[in-house]
């Protein structure tokens, strides 16, 4: 995946991010307008942006959570302890975990790659001609094949075991080789 470093956050790429965060549930028309911008600009993913302008794209997209939640994002001495309610006032999530400092900065980061992944769908979407038709065979086994490059890459980096890591860099050859 290339790595668009040269793309730049401009305000009114910020505007669109802080107006789709307003409401509970953002309209469509708003995340529409948003994606719109992230493709005119090129940002595809988070690590896109690089310094400030990636921690106002992060301020900016927090703004849709509560304001001890901000709050709490932006302390810098917050302990794990340290929780802030969400819109229902829950502390905790339904696995009771709670929701700290870290599980609000993973919501931003979730959000995130949502958007980049609706950027992907809308590509999708517009090299299939927009129609709501059913991808061929070959479309899909392309992109069947892309998911598992990337999630034998990401798991080449998580395993420690010399043995299982030659193995999958086996199977990501193999992988590269079926095109």
Not at 54 to 82: M, V
Not at 86 to 108: E, L, M, R, V, Y
Request: charged fraction near 30%.
């Amino acid at each position: 995946m290339p790595n668009n470093t040269n793309v730049v956050l401009c305000d009114r790429t910020l505007h669109l991010v802080r107006e789709d965060s307003k409401g509970h549930k953002a309209s469509q028309k708003r995340s529409s307008t948003l994606i719109d911008q992230l493709i005119k600009i090129g940002w595809t993913r988070e690590q896109d942006l690089q310094g400030d302008d990636r921690q106002a794209l992060r301020d900016a997209f927090a703004l849709r959570f509560t304001p001890e939640a901000i709050k709490l994002i932006s302390n810098k001495n917050a302990q794990g302890h340290d929780t802030a309610p969400d819109h229902n006032g829950c502390h905790f999530t339904t696995g009771g975990k709670p929701k700290n400092q870290a599980h609000w900065k993973g919501q931003i980061t979730s959000g995130l790659n949502k958007l980049g992944q609706a950027i992907e769908n809308r590509k999708v979407k517009q090299i299939s001609g927009g129609a709501n038709t059913p991808r061929d065979i070959f479309t899909r086994v392309k992109d069947e094949i892309a998911k598992l490059k990337t999630a034998v890459k990401k798991e080449i980096e998580k395993v420690d075991d010399f043995d299982k890591q030659e193995q999958l860099e086996n199977t990501l050859e193999l992988l590269k080789a079926i095109k």
